[in-house]
Structures are given as C-alpha cells and as structure tokens.
C-alpha cells in the first residue's frame, strides 16, 4: 500500500498518455483522506512528502495527516491538546517517539542497575531530568504495561516502578500547591481525591470525573427537591453559590439528600468490612456505595455545600461528623448546632445522642469545627492505621504512601519521621535516606539520641556490606554440592503441607536461615530438617516464602503466579513455567536446560 501510494506520486506525474488520473490531480480532501489511511506509517508519509510540491503541502507539519498519524498511532494523548492549538504534529510525533526510545532505554536498564536491591533513592534521578514532556514519557509507559500476552515481565515490572514514581511526584507538588491556599480555597472533595490519587497513582483518578459524579448526584437530589418545593432556591441556576439562611429551607434539602444518597443510591457505612483501605478512596466510596464516617462525610458536605447548605467538619472521637448550625452563624455554643452523621444514613443527633453513639463522655472541643488539612490529616491518619495492620503486604506499600503523605503536610513530625526510618531500616531498603531521615530527627529532638544512634550504626553497617558485596552468587547445578537439588528455577510448584502455589525464583544447597528462624519455623520437626535444599518461592498471595524441598511438589495444573514482584525476576510465562530474565539466569545459568527437561516430562507424560 506504501508503494501504491508513492509510487505515482513521483515528479512528472498526472495525466498520463493513457488520459489516467494520478494522485496529485485529486481534490485536496480526497488526497488528505487517503495519506490518512491507518495502513500507512511515518516512515511512509514522510517519503511522500519528498516527492513533489503538491504532496509536501499535502503533508505539512501543521496539517490534518501528521495530525491523524499521531492520533493513529498514540490517541490518549489528544487530550493535552485543544482544536484552537497552533501545532506542529510533525514535531510532537518526533518528540513523542523519541520520549518512546528514551523510556524504552531507561526500563531496559533498571534490570541489571537494582535487581540486586530496590530502586535507591537516586535511582530516578535520570527520570527527573528528562529533555522530553512528561506526559509523553508516561504515555510509553503505559504502552509497555499494556503490551499483551505473557512476555516482557521484566519490562513490566520496571515501567510500573517508573510511573508509580512519577505519577508521585506529581501529585506530592499538587498537594503542597493545595495546602499553602487560603483556606476558603481548599476543597475538601479535592484533598480527598489528592490522598486517592497518591496511594493509587496507577489508576486513572481525576478531579473533573469525581467531580462529574457528585454533580450528579447532586442533580438527582434537585429532581427530588423539585417535587417537595418546586420554589426552592437550590434549584436556580446559580445555588450553592450563596448560602440558604433559612433553617427550613435547609432542613428540605437535607431530608432530599438522605432520600437520594440512602434510599435511591442505596450509600452505607460499610460496618461488614470497615478495615477495608478501599473505605477511605472517594473514587472507589462512589463506585461501592460505601465508606466509613470521613470518607462518606466529605460526600455529604460537598453536596450539601452544592446546594447552598453549609455544613462544617467535626473531627469527633472514633466517629468523624458534620454539624449544622440552628442558631446565630459563628456561633460558638456546640447546643447550636445539629450534628450529622452521614455513615448513619445521615442522621441527625443531638449532642447527648453523639455521645451515646461513641460510649462516653467528651469535653466541648471535640465538637467544634476542623479545617480541610485536618480533615486530610485524620483520613491519612487512618490509612496509617490500616498500613500497620496489613500483614500480607510485605513491601508495606500502603503504609509508605501514607506515611509520605504525612509528612509533607507535616515535615516535622519527629513521632513519624522516626516511623519512616524503622520502616525502610526493616525492609532493608534506601540506607542513605534513612541516614538523612535520622539527621532530621536529631536536629528537631536530641533526646532522641538514643533511638537514633542504634539505628545510625546498624545502618551504616548495611552501607559497608553492600559495598563489600564482589557481585552475584553463581550457582552451577554441577557442583558436587549442589546434587541433591531436585527442583530448579522457573517451575510452578504447590506446597504438599499448606496448598499454596508458587514459583521458584532461588535455592540453596541446606537452609542458609539463622538459628532462630530455623527454631521459629519448627524445621527440625522435618524428616530432614534444615540439611535438604530451601527454594526462595513467589506464592501467589503475594507473599515470599522460603521452602524445604520436602514440602514441595510439582503443580499438576500450572497456571500463572499473580505475584507483584514476578517480573523482577522473569520475563516470560510459557504456559507451563517461567523464564528467568537474564539478571536470573547469571545467577542459576543451568536451571533453563533442566527446567524445560522437567516441564516436558512432566506435563507431556501427564498429557499422555
């Protein structure tokens, strides 16, 4: 098709001594419509443009054709582009391949840079300096984690720890541009969707579309209101852009609210699965139909607030609120108020009745009203809390993010800092930031010397011994040593005792585990205790595991081990097993020939 099309648009062509019509005596539109044909690529339209004065117009920077290669070939970027824009397409398809390359060279080596260890602070460094749009970069990308079937793994695994960094950043400097506004400015719908957006930056959370749906909502409550008070002042064009001061009139756009958000929508407290992280992400609160107090008040308000109705936040003990004001506006008097509680189905209690929900008694203050940083401070502060609880995540990922979250609207906070610095001291990884971290602390409290100093020198012992490490452990399958080791790498496995699945992405000759954790797993209570080989596995929990080789067996159906870290150490499923990416394979370089001996005897005997 490529050849058609430039083949009788060379010099000299048109009619023909046959009295045909050639490319170039077409109309412009018919001409644009066939240079825009998904059929043709860059390299194509850029050939043709070379060769006349009626194709090179044709094909302009500016025009319709670049414009539609470029939509052809990567259409989610139109959206940073509106009609009345001045573009070069030419030049932004240049950029955007070249931002393409850039990417595909910086995942490709994160590989052999951090498959010894997590991506160090710095080692994004190179990402931060980028001579292209961000939002190409990002694009590629996305490309990469949406590549189908079973291969790239490895790929995967690095661009997803590229874009969960970035998208971070973005959002941390969104944040801090949030927090130094008035406070009149400071909506609590946006700090809400903020705190969403960083703990799941890979998924496509907006302002406008959370937005869009609260708008919604808010226009159903306008249809019931039409019906009870067909005058409300709700109902103008411009409601909720001034305050209704008449309590009754109040009272009706609240008793429309319950009747939509509770009885309509079918909204609950969700008292089933209260611990659930998803509770606290609105997006999620507005596709479930449920949260807990915050979550579901932040909800309310904005609607109510939507309306014309001011509702405040109160950061009540074990149960956030809203309260509503009877009496004089301002009114410090916490009897002049009627409290609020959307995870109750909007039910509206007296100060007595607010006290019975909780079991006890509390002083004035916990009555009055909190600002919108407070109000993000409480819902990250329940992230935290959720953070510390999960025990089957064992990057803690959600109490990083939270913790992040923490501290940049509240830097200083010596009591969280600390909490960072043991976290990433545990997990093993950052030794240089934790060593910052405890610099910070010691300058903001020295009592904290003691703490401080413990975690300061077994730190820096973990900066010497990395630097002592001569580089990867090979382990032959030959070796003398190494000959009771039956199983090998890339093999789907099921443990015989437990019945999880897993894959083997390590082994060692006997248990390489201190004498505790060998006491701790009970080993010895094993026909050969800790003298068999071990076998480092991805279980498909998430978890990692370390196995004896007794208490494994081969899986009689292997399927695919959704496991987050699965593409740090292969790159392909085959169906039937796992190909180690190359960093793997330096360190097992005969596990590939025996592991395709096993699978077919294995599961072609099985077939049989």
Wanted: proline share 4%; charged share 25%; with cysteine.
């Amino acid at each position: 098709m490529a050849a058609e099309a430039a083949g009788p648009a060379g010099p000299g062509t048109g009619s023909g001594s046959g009295g045909g019509t050639g490319l170039t005596d077409l109309p412009g539109e018919l001409l644009e419509l066939i240079l825009c044909c998904d059929v043709l690529g860059a390299a194509d339209i850029g050939r043709v443009s070379c060769t006349c004065r009626r194709l090179r117009e044709a094909c302009q920077p500016r025009g319709k054709v670049w414009r539609e290669r470029f939509r052809l070939r990567w259409p989610s970027l139109l959206k940073y582009y509106s009609h009345s824009d001045s573009v070069s397409w030419l030049e932004e398809y240049k950029a955007r391949h070249n931002a393409g390359l850039e990417a595909q060279r910086i995942v490709a080596s994160f590989s052999k840079r951090f498959f010894s260890e997590h991506v160090p602070c710095d080692g994004f460094s190179d990402i931060e300096t980028l001579g292209c749009p961000s939002h190409f970069f990002e694009d590629e990308l996305m490309c990469i984690l949406n590549m189908e079937g079973r291969k790239g793994l490895t790929w995967k695994y690095y661009a997803k720890k590229i874009l969960y960094f970035l998208r971070q950043q973005n959002i941390l400097k969104n944040l801090k541009e949030y927090l130094q506004r008035p406070t009149e400015r400071q909506s609590f719908l946006e700090g809400a969707v903020l705190i969403d957006q960083y703990c799941n930056p890979l998924s496509d959370i907006c302002l406008k579309s959370v937005q869009a749906q609260v708008d919604d909502i808010t226009d159903k409550v306008r249809k019931v209101l039409r019906t009870k008070n067909p005058r409300h002042p709700s109902l103008a064009s411009k409601a909720g852009e001034v305050l209704i001061p008449e309590v009754e009139l109040q009272r009706q756009v609240l008793d429309a609210m319950n009747c939509v958000l509770y009885e309509q929508l079918k909204y609950k407290g969700n008292e089933l699965d209260y611990y659930n992280s998803l509770n606290s992400y609105i997006h999620q609160v507005l596709i479930r139909r449920t949260g807990i107090p915050i979550s579901l008040s932040v909800l309310y308000l904005t609607i109510a607030r939507q309306l014309g109705v001011k509702l405040e936040p109160v950061n009540f003990p074990s149960h956030f609120l809203l309260r509503w004001c009877q009496g004089k506006e301002g009114s410090t008097d916490i009897f002049d108020y009627t409290y609020i509680d959307a995870f109750g189905k909007g039910k509206q209690l007296t100060v007595k009745e607010c006290e019975y929900l909780i079991g006890h008694h509390v002083t004035e203050e916990f009555y009055g009203v909190v600002t919108s940083k407070e109000v993000l401070q409480r819902m990250v502060g329940n992230l935290l809390n959720l953070g510390k609880r999960e025990s089957t995540d064992q990057s803690y990922q959600l109490l990083r993010d939270s913790l992040d979250l923490y501290l940049a609207m509240y830097p200083d906070n010596v009591q969280h800092l600390m909490l960072q610095a043991r976290l990433y001291f545990h997990l093993g990884i950052w030794p240089e930031k934790v060593l910052d971290i405890l610099q910070h602390i010691q300058a903001l409290d020295p009592s904290q010397h003691g703490a401080v100093g413990y975690l300061v020198q077994h730190t820096l012992e973990h900066i010497e011994r990395r630097k002592e490490e001569l580089g990867p452990e090979v382990k032959h399958r030959s070796d003398e040593k190494h000959k009771e080791v039956c199983f090998s790498i890339g093999l789907i496995m099921k443990h015989k005792r437990y019945g999880y699945n897993c894959v083997i992405y390590g082994w060692d000759p006997a248990c390489m585990m201190g004498h505790e954790w060998i006491r701790n797993m009970n080993v010895h209570s094993l026909p050969h205790g800790p003298h068999q080989p071990f076998y480092n596995v991805l279980v498909e929990d998430g978890s990692c595991r370390y196995a004896a080789q007794e208490n494994l067996e081969y899986n009689s159906e292997p399927r695919e081990i959704p496991h987050p870290d699965i593409g740090r150490y292969f790159s392909e499923f085959t169906g039937l097993h796992y190909l180690a990416n190359t960093e793997l394979e330096i360190r097992y370089p005969e596990d590939l020939e025996l592991t395709r001996a096993t699978v077919q005897k294995i599961y072609s005997s099985g077939k049989e």
